[in-house]
């Protein structure tokens, strides 16, 4: 049986964590801030975007150079939206969803913000209003009752949520997802082969056209089928984190943040891009494509 990772783990700052010894076995290497970046690295101006001519479903009128937008949630409950060029955070404010427990992790749809808490409660965030209402997701569906990951992928009316996690009593990761109104989930099949134990839990995001990431603060990074729950690539990226962890893809990278830091990968070429500060600590990411104007 895999054994389950205190909750402390995520939610405080790596200094808290050396300070009250929290870290409870993870004994994880340190991503100097400002690592040296390999001489060939590009900046995403240098190269074309894989978004270039996607038009999201439900678009009118379409449009060949949809946006994406970055959404963060960091450990005391702030929403930010983040520019991955600037490796800027804008805070827009922290949602009031009446639970006292910890955030755990937030996904994004192109309307909401999901975030889910330390009870395993989930709420949706309206980005525009931050008006917060509950959903009517239940922890325990399937086994999954704690330590698990959230993505919402796709647009429009064919928006699911994926949920990654070991059910409770088993060894293996599951994939399940829902709809965005019932939450009721059904397993899409056993993530295989399967990750180290050492991996759990994970951080899962999905790109703008629909491939999940599993991320982990030992610096696996994972892509799911989302139609299998096979994993199709095991990166090892060398990215690690003491404390709190995130993801959030833009183009062809995927932003993984470890403490305060902000770490491109080039999801194609495999490897580490650029580091930079960003001065808040995210436990959750999500990036939404919008056509402009829309």
């Not at 922290?94 to 409660?121: F, Q």
């Not at 959903?135 to 086994?143: A, D, E, K, N, Y």
Request: hydrophobic share 40%; glycine share 10%; with cysteine.
């Amino acid at each position: 049986m895999r054994t389950r990772l205190v909750l402390a783990v995520k939610a405080l700052p790596a200094i808290a964590l050396a300070a009250c010894g929290s870290r409870t076995g993870l004994e994880l290497s340190s991503v100097p801030a400002d690592a040296a970046l390999p001489s060939d690295a590009l900046s995403l101006d240098d190269r074309a975007s894989p978004l270039d001519g996607f038009v999201p479903v439900d678009a009118p009128g379409g449009c060949t150079r949809p946006l994406e937008t970055s959404y963060l949630l960091d450990q005391v409950g702030v929403l930010y939206r983040y520019d991955p060029e600037a490796a800027r955070a804008t805070p827009l404010g922290t949602p009031s969803c009446g639970d006292s427990n910890l955030p755990w992790t937030m996904t994004a749809s192109r309307e909401n913000a999901y975030i889910v808490y330390t009870d395993w409660t989930m709420y949706a965030v309206d980005l525009k209003t931050l008006v917060c209402s509950p959903t009517s997701f239940r922890s325990g569906q399937l086994g999954l009752d704690v330590d698990f990951g959230v993505a919402v992928s796709g647009s429009g009316a064919a928006e699911r949520m994926f949920v990654y996690g070991v059910p409770t009593g088993g060894d293996n990761p599951i994939l399940a997802v829902s709809d965005l109104s019932s939450f009721v989930l059904t397993k899409v099949g056993d993530v295989l082969p399967v990750p180290p134990a050492a991996t759990d839990p994970i951080n899962l995001t999905a790109d703008a056209v629909g491939n999940l990431y599993a991320f982990s603060p030992r610096g696996l990074l994972l892509q799911i089928d989302s139609a299998t729950g096979a994993v199709l690539q095991s990166l090892e990226t060398g990215v690690t984190s003491l404390s709190t962890w995130a993801q959030a893809t833009h183009g062809s990278e995927d932003f993984l943040f470890v403490e305060s830091r902000a770490v491109g990968y080039d999801l194609a070429d495999r490897r580490r891009t650029r580091t930079r500060r960003i001065g808040i600590f995210p436990v959750g990411g999500g990036s939404v494509l919008t056509c402009p104007g829309h």
